[in-house]
Each structure stands twice: as C-alpha cells, then as structure tokens.
C-alpha cells in the first residue's frame, strides 16, 4: 500500500501542476492579472465559459475517481485512494500557481474553490488546512497499520 500511496501523491502532484497551468493560461486568456482574485473575476466571466470550467471540474473529479477505482482493492482502500490523491492535488495545485505566478499572495485570499453545484468561495487557508490535515490522517493511520 506504502508505494500504491507514494505514486498517487505523485499523479496527484503531476494533475495539480497541470491544472495550475491550465488555470493561469485561462486567466491570461480572459484578460485577469497575476494579482487578481478569482472571486471579483467570477462576476464578469461569460456564462458560457463558467458552463465550460464547471466540465473541467467534473473532468478532475472523474479522474481522481477512476484513478482511486482503479488502484484500490477494496471499498475502503478506494475511498481512501480517493481522498489521498485529492488532497495532494487540491494542496499543490496552489503550491503550483504560487511557483507559476505568485498567487494567491496569502492564504487570506478569497478564491472561488468550486463551481458544481454553486461557486464554493473561501480563503485559500481552507482548502490547504482541509487538505494538509487529510494527508496527515491517512499517513497517520497508515503508519499506525490502521489502513
């Protein structure tokens, strides 16, 4: 189980740098600055591109999904598989955009998290404590022969 983790941190530090390039290529491309938030911004994107990113979103989703259904033997494993690697790629995916362009420049900043259902708005402290305190209970329960 110890390797099966350490390559689903892996995948998800490699589909958290992707989407963090995605995203600043999409902020370039609707005319956003490195400095902008993503909540202000959410209010003059077109409808049509909101519809657009709620797809990627879902894509992220059935991908971490496949990914945990794929590598997992049983239910729990799966669950588990799922969590891990969403953490990883949900935490470094600010790491990334923080490499890339310097945002968010504190983890007081507003970002809007999710779309599906409604936008999911927070500071960027949220989604880093939710996810860091993930990875450390898996790890933990992992190291202790609980999982």
Known sequence: MGLKLLLLAIFGLAMAHFEGVVVVYL??????????????????????????????????IVMLVAIALLT??????????????????????YVSLYILIKWPPSLKTTDVLFLIPVPWIAPVWFP??????????????????FV
Do not use: H, Q
């Open 27 to 60: 902020r370039k491309a609707i005319g956003m600055t490195d400095t902008d938030g993503n909540k202000e911004t959410l209010e003059k994107v077109p409808g049509r591109l909101i519809r657009i990113e709620m797809t990627r979103e879902a894509a992220t």
């Open 72 to 93: 997992g033997e049983t239910w729990t494993e799966k669950g588990i598989f799922f969590l891990w690697t969403f953490a990883f790629w949900d935490l470094f995916y």
């Open 128 to 145: 880093v404590l939710v996810s860091s305190l993930t990875i450390l209970a898996i790890a933990v329960l992992w190291i202790g022969g």
